[in-house]
Nanobody
Framework: QVQLVESGGGLVQPGGSLRLSCAAS????????MGWYRQAPGNQRELVAS???????HYADFVKGRFTISRNGAENTVYLQMNSLKPEDTAVYYC?????????WGQGTQVTVSS
């Protein structure tokens, strides 16, 4: 059974940094796509950043220049370095992986940006 497990969320002051990690288990194959989504209360889940083996990286406009996605393909791990955090970045962040057209999700990790 394929599972994704996130870690690294928490409370941080505006302007601070956090690094999220996501590790996959249950498959010997590399995900075609790995990425991060987020969902704030009352909002829909939205794409933050993704990385594919063919198309490289993609960032939502609202995180460009502040967040960096990286991946260890051999280990099916993906990271999200978040700098210059803003209160509006507060959300539950979900790891996503796509393998042979099927989406897999982590359980989510809370990121709260507040003074």
């Amino acid at each position: 059974q394929v599972q994704l497990v996130e870690s690294g969320g928490g409370l941080v002051q505006p302007g601070g940094s956090l690094r999220l990690s996501c590790a996959a288990s249950g498959t010997i194959f590399s995900f075609n796509v790995m990425g991060w989504y987020r969902q704030a209360p009352g909002n829909q889940r939205e794409l933050v950043a993704s990385m594919t083996t063919a198309a490289g990286t993609h960032y939502a406009d609202f995180v460009k220049g502040r967040f960096t996605i990286s991946r260890n393909g051999a280990e099916n791990t993906v990271y999200l370095q978040m700098n210059s955090l803003k209160p509006e970045d507060t959300a539950v962040y979900y790891c996503n992986g796509i393998l042979w057209g099927r989406h897999y999700w982590g359980q989510g990790t809370q990121v709260t940006v507040s003074s």
